[in-house]
């Protein structure tokens, strides 16, 4: 499929030693399937890394001009997005700072430069801060200060804020605009219960977190050991719920490239994973898929604590599934429960769980909470609210046929998973 393709010769463009042969398809296709490619390179938050290489590498003549332009809008937009995004960064950091407050900010600005060449080429949706579970209600405090509102949680450890959103989302809006909404979280750990998945991580992070400097702001981040643990945490998270954006383990795989010669980072940060047998089995598994979507290797640490032990169930899965599912569509798909399992040690908890997974039970379908004045705007968000159910109840019908075909392959590749390492030496 030539949508297939596609995906396939952006992430070829974007490995170390970069390959722009295949975009030159691109010259070929509809608009339809050019639009479709763009949106996928969006919802995928690889447009601007894309962009940034093409343009970087003098090789823009590859795509069509429309392409070039529509992803040069994409950029110029962004960056009037970042502006607005580190005015607001830096009002959370300021009174946060004011109260005392321990904390750290997760994510997002705190990426670069060790993630990322440029915090101009992410899409930042939120702000995310880290903090003690004895200040968590001061932090909220601060949050609300700053104009948000609680907005529930998710997991345990985790609260979620945000300013009101006064008009009904839609999936046609410009991602890159000014956001008018603004959201924030707080979490107590890097990582919090999910999909019935525990993992045994540092509780002292905050007392190694470092100050780092944006412009003229100074601002509190995690080291560097405990910031690769979150994103690669944070990628593993999104993979037990279904989809994964692509640019997370493109980040990911720009600092294994950058800091690969850095053996006592490495070690350091093999020592902060402790022993803990899913944490381990969880990081190799990002790091395989990034190394099946963009090449190259772990490091030589990683490579033998965490990637070559990865039992054969895991490693079959991201082998055989990885990169099909990682170019998924936005929502992704379910055959991520395969490999969830074997990150479950409580089978009467995995039943549990996989229950509501194939067969959710109906609840407030969130678009967010549209808060505005006018009946007008608010039958038209409860409208939304109603379309995204269907949506999703459509979504979860046809996973269920998916499934049925998935599971066939699944013990078709264990099969041969087992004969391949019955057959070598």
């Known amino acids: 499929m030539r949508n297939q393709a596609l995906k396939l010769a952006a992430i070829s463009a974007l490995r170390a030693r970069p390959d722009f042969s295949g975009l030159r398809q691109l010259h070929g296709c509809s608009r339809h399937e050019s639009a479709n490619f763009l949106t996928w390179l969006d919802q995928s938050g690889l447009a601007l890394y894309l962009f940034a290489r093409l343009t970087n590498c003098e090789e823009s003549g590859v795509v069509p001009p429309y392409i070039i332009e529509a992803l040069g809008q994409r950029a110029e937009s962004n960056s009037k997005r970042m502006e607005e995004m580190i005015r607001e960064f830096s009002k959370v950091n300021s009174e946060l700072r004011n109260r005392a407050i321990p904390h750290a900010f997760l994510k997002g600005f705190t ?152 053996k006592e980072l490495w070690r350091r940060i093999i020592a902060r994973a402790g022993d803990d047998e899913n944490a381990r089995k969880a990081i190799g598994l990002v790091l395989f898929l990034t190394k099946e979507l963009f090449g190259g290797s772990a490091p030589e640490a990683m490579n033998e604590w965490c990637v070559k032990t990865l039992p054969y169930r895991v490693e079959t899965w991201a082998r055989h599934f990885g990169i099909p599912w990682a170019l998924s569509e936005l929502g992704g798909n379910k055959v991520t429960l395969f490999v969830h399992e074997e990150f479950v040690n409580d089978s009467s908890k995995w039943r549990g769980y996989l229950l509501r997974r194939l067969i959710p039970i109906p609840g407030r379908p969130s678009i967010g909470h549209v808060e505005a004045s006018d009946v007008k705007t608010r039958l038209r968000g409860r409208a939304a609210e109603w379309m995204f159910a269907g949506r999703r109840l459509a979504f979860h019908a046809s996973e269920m046929f998916r499934l049925t075909w998935e599971a066939f392959r699944w013990r078709q590749a264990l099969q041969t998973s087992r004969k391949g390492r019955i057959a070598s030496p």
């Open 111 to 262: 990426l670069a430069p060790e993630f990322t060449p440029n915090p101009a080429l992410r899409h930042q949706t939120d702000i995310d801060i880290l903090v003690h579970p004895d200040f968590m209600a001061e932090a909220a405090e601060a949050l609300i200060a700053c104009g948000y509102s609680p907005r529930g949680s998710e997991a345990a450890g985790q609260l979620k804020f945000a300013t009101p959103l006064q008009y009904v989302p839609s999936a046609h809006d410009d991602i890159y605009r000014v956001p008018a909404h603004r959201e924030a979280e707080l979490h107590t750990s890097i990582w919090e219960e999910t999909g019935a998945v525990s993992l045994r991580v540092p509780n002292d992070c905050l007392e190694r977190a470092r100050a780092c400097t944006l412009r003229d702001m100074e601002f509190f981040s995690l080291s560097s050991e405990d910031m690769f643990l979150m994103q690669a945490f944070h990628a593993f998270s999104h993979l037990l719920g279904s989809w994964v954006r692509i640019s997370w383990l493109w980040e990911i795989e720009y600092f294994l490239r950058t800091r690969e010669g850095d």
